[in-house]
């Protein structure tokens, strides 16, 4: 008997993750074919990366994989990151799929920006490597952003287990000690 495929449990949220990263690198790769002018492949190339950045900050990365993160500047002018995710029991439960697309798909995008920036070096295109910088910046500040807010995640479950550890310890050693 064959186990049961998981499927997407949030197909439209994997789309829209996947559609704006492709439509940006698409529309870059495929502009020199139908556009002259580079300001129109900047702008529209640009637009896209930062839909992508913006879909993937604000809506994927909480329905996907149950985190989200911001960065605040305080009163000392020190940038301090932010972060929030779902309880563990909770982000156990987040479908496989999803996460596993969410992952895969970020680091891709990044890993394809860094092949078109080469080849933006090697034809000595500095304009064009402009417009992959950009590019490449915004993905690789979600990366960033995820990455850290996982660890977070994992760190603060960790310090609620060792917590609920210590509070159950103490609570069974306070009550032999009132038996006694």
Request: net charge positive.
């Amino acid at each position: 008997m064959q186990a049961p495929v998981e499927n997407y449990a949030n197909p439209n949220t994997c789309l829209f993750h996947v559609l704006f990263k492709g439509a940006a690198l698409a529309f870059y790769i495929l502009s020199a074919l139908f556009f002259n002018s580079f300001v129109i492949i900047f702008v529209v190339t640009v637009l896209l990366a930062a839909l992508d950045f913006w879909v993937v900050k604000n809506v994927s990365g909480r329905i996907l994989v149950g985190l989200r993160w911001w960065n605040e500047i305080n009163d000392l002018g020190e940038s301090v990151w932010k972060f929030e995710s779902l309880d563990q029991e909770s982000l156990a439960r987040m479908n496989k799929k999803d996460s596993w697309l969410f992952w895969w798909t970020l680091y891709l995008a990044a890993a394809a920006w860094l092949i078109l920036g080469a080849f933006s070096l090697i034809r000595f295109q500095a304009d064009y490597l402009l417009v992959v910088g950009v590019c490449l910046s915004l993905n690789v500040a979600n990366i960033i952003g995820f990455t850290k807010c996982k660890k977070d995640a994992k760190k603060q479950f960790q310090q609620f287990a060792s917590q609920t550890i210590a509070s159950r310890f103490q609570s069974t050693v306070q009550s032999a000690f009132t038996l006694v």
